[in-house]
């Protein structure tokens, strides 16, 4: 399905050299936006728990992502950011409140601004006592796909939500 009104707008994509980020990104690009894919490097030391193959996307940077777009005939660069750092611009901090006051101050010139907040993603990092935890658990439904939230969001970036602002989207 392809959305209309997301061609031609600008979209900042975070930690997008992986996971939801790079389908998040990939998806907005192919209905017409121009991505800037933001991501930050992340060295896992091997004794956290996590998969290797999860650790080696959050250890990469974003050309993958970004060639992947251009080649389909999207628009997009990459910016590297620690959003850690209060000095960041869309440091995550204060991502709920600047994405509110965003709505607000925006929304005359019909822009909106929502914050999703993804479930339980397998993003490589999904292991089967996580999927058992998820299948337990009364605040879970399944494990997403990287794919289900980036629709989502889309969506959201659509006009057809144009209604849709000053909101926080929890998914389930």
Partial sequence: MRYEGIEGRVAIVTGANHGIGA???EALAGHGAYVLVSFL???????DGAPQAYRANRARDASRVVG????AGGRAEALEADLRDPATPAA????ENYAMSAA?????????SNVVHPP?????WVTDAVRAFVA???DHFHV????????VIAYICSEHARLITANVVHLR
């Avoid at 995550?92 to 991502?95: C, G, H, P, Y």
């Avoid at 607000?104 to 909106?112: K, P």
């Fill in 68 to 71: 992947s777009i251009r080649e």
């Fill in 136 to 138: 337990a658990s009364g």
């Fill in 120 to 124: 339980v993603t397998d993003t490589g």
């Fill in 144 to 151: 997403a796909r990287s794919e289900d939230v980036a629709d």
């Fill in 104 to 112: 607000l101050e925006l929304g005359g010139y019909g822009i909106t």
């Fill in 92 to 95: 995550k901090a204060a991502l």
């Fill in 41 to 47: 490097r992340v060295d896992d030391r091997a004794s």
């Fill in 23 to 25: 389908a998040t990104a």
